[in-house]
């Protein structure tokens, strides 16, 4: 079983910041892609950004050049830095990884428990 932890969530002011920080733990032989998704009350989730084990990014549109993703493999961790946040990045993030449990194993994606962001204006 894998396990994935977030924290760093909270409440802050417009145009604040935060980092967010994601940690796997479990039957980990491999992590492929590590990301982040947001979802609002009332929408779907949406991806935010995501890294691969190669430090390949990818970053939506509303968080492009207000936010960064980092990772670092000796600890299983990924890291999301949010600045000028604004009330609309208000949601649960979630941590996500691709990871295979053995050698030459499924790639399955394996979900955290979220933290809230809240973002007051």
């Known amino acids: 079983q894998v396990q994935l932890m977030e924290s760093g969530g909270g409440l802050v002011q417009a145009g604040g910041s935060l980092t967010l920080s994601c940690v796997a733990s479990?039957?980990?032989?491999?992590?492929?892609?590590m990301g982040w998704y947001r979802q609002a009350p009332g929408k779907e989730r949406e991806l935010v950004a995501a890294?691969?084990?190669?430090?390949?990014?990818n970053y939506a549109d509303y968080v492009k050049g207000r936010s960064t993703i980092s990772r670092r493999n000796t600890t299983n961790t990924v890291y999301l830095q949010m600045n000028g946040l604004k009330p609309e990045d208000t949601a649960v993030y979630y941590c996500?990884?691709?990871?295979?449990?053995?050698?030459?194993?499924?790639?399955?994606?394996?979900w955290g428990q979220g933290t809230q962001v809240t973002v007051s204006s």
């Open positions: 996500k990884a691709v990871v295979q449990t053995r050698f030459l194993g499924p790639k399955i994606g394996y």
């Open positions: 479990g039957s980990i032989f491999n992590i492929n892609a």
């Open positions: 890294i691969t084990n190669g430090d390949s990014t």
